[in-house]
């Protein structure tokens, strides 16, 4: 809000504010000026001083010098039209450090062995997950191996009963975006023996670099 009172009242708008700080930069830049903000030039000396003083992030972990992350949910359709060097040239150029990268959920984007994580239909054999993650990976970004163990089948459902949120009649709790999919309970095998047999098997197979 005080910018926007402070724009209006030097009568220049947000527009003209960004023009003029795009005018200036290259000037600021030939003259050896060390920044320009809005409007005011501030000397390079006090850049330089604050630099000095300034502690080194070279030995932080990956973690703590991220500065951009991107995130882009897959759907079922994906593994059949998505380009996937288009996509990780899209992450590249926008300089993410990191992506996160739909491995499981409600459908499997990859050749999976553990029971009940169901493959789309548009998947075939393709290793969908394993190609963007090695389009990321040859780009210098990390990858964050993207979860969703909220939802599962009936199949799921018949097998494990007990992995399933209840209504107090008993019937399981099904999703009212998708009724044919169950909420899964968090305090079950679900969390302990399932998810955790995916992690496995996605970490031995895959260079990622952490889960969400």
């Known amino acids: 809000m005080s910018r926007g009172i402070a724009n209006r009242e030097n009568g220049m708008n947000r527009r003209d ?3 003029a700080g795009v005018s200036i930069l290259p000037v600021a830049s030939r003259l050896g000026i060390g920044a320009v903000a809005a409007g005011n030039i501030v000397p390079s000396e006090v ?3 604050s630099a000095q003083i300034a502690p080194s992030n070279s030995g932080l972990s990956w973690q703590r010098r991220i500065r951009r992350v991107g995130q882009l949910n897959m759907t079922e359709h994906d593994p059949a039209v998505m380009n996937v060097e288009a996509w990780a040239d899209f992450w590249a150029g926008v300089k993410a450090d990191v992506v996160f990268i739909s ?3 409600i459908l499997a984007y990859y050749q999976t062995k553990v029971p009940f ?3 789309g239909k548009f998947l075939g054999d393709r290793d969908f997950f394993g190609e963007c993650c090695a389009a990321a990976k040859k780009r210098g970004m990390r990858v964050v ?6 939802l599962n089948w009936d199949d ?3 097998a494990h009963p007990d992995w399933f949120e209840r209504h107090a009649d008993g019937s399981p709790n099904r999703s009212k975006e998708e009724p044919r999919l169950i909420r899964t309970c968090m305090f079950t095998g679900y969390m ?4 955790p047999a995916i992690i496995r098997e996605v970490n031995t197979t895959y260079d990622v670099d952490a889960f969400y």
Do not use: F, N
């Open 47 to 49: 850049h330089a001083e």
């Open 192 to 195: 302990t023996e399932y998810i």
């Open 145 to 150: 191996a993207r979860m969703s163990p909220d």
């Open 156 to 158: 799921c459902l018949e």
């Open 117 to 119: 994580h169901r493959k």
């Open 17 to 19: 504010l960004l023009k």
């Open 103 to 105: 491995v499981t959920g």
